[in-house]
Nanobody, 125 residues
């Protein structure tokens, strides 16, 4: 089992920045693929970005150039630096982990094994 706890959400103005953190426990963190998803009311949870154990990252087009994922294996933590935030980035952001390091063309929730409780990010216009 893996326990994931997110932090760092909040309210920010358009163009601002936030950094989300996700602390993991319960399994060897370095072997996990870590991801971030987001969800707005009435919509499905959507993939944002993931980082594999070797450090390779894959971003959804809408956040490329604005969001950066990183991991610190010594701290069992993954980060999501979000810059140039837009109102459409408003959502609950979920940290997730999967045991497989296989490359997935379009990651979805079915590929992930463990989930955090979510943290709200609100971008005001």
């Amino acid at each position: 089992q893996v326990q994931l706890v997110e932090s760092g959400g909040g309210l920010v103005q358009t163009g601002g920045s936030l950094r989300l953190s996700c602390a993991a426990s319960g399994r060897t963190f370095s072997g996990l693929t870590m991801g971030w998803f987001r969800q707005t009311p009435g919509k499905e949870r959507e993939f944002v970005v993931e980082i594999r154990r070797g450090g390779g990252a894959f971003y959804v087009d809408s956040v490329k150039g604005r969001f950066t994922i990183s991991r610190d294996n010594a701290k069992n933590t993954v980060y999501l630096q979000m810059n140039s935030l837009k109102p459409e980035d408003t959502a609950v952001y979920y940290c997730a982990a999967r045991r497989s390091s296989a490359i997935v063309i379009v990651p979805t929730i079915v590929h992930y094994d463990y989930w955090g409780q979510g943290t709200q990010v609100t971008v005001s216009s």
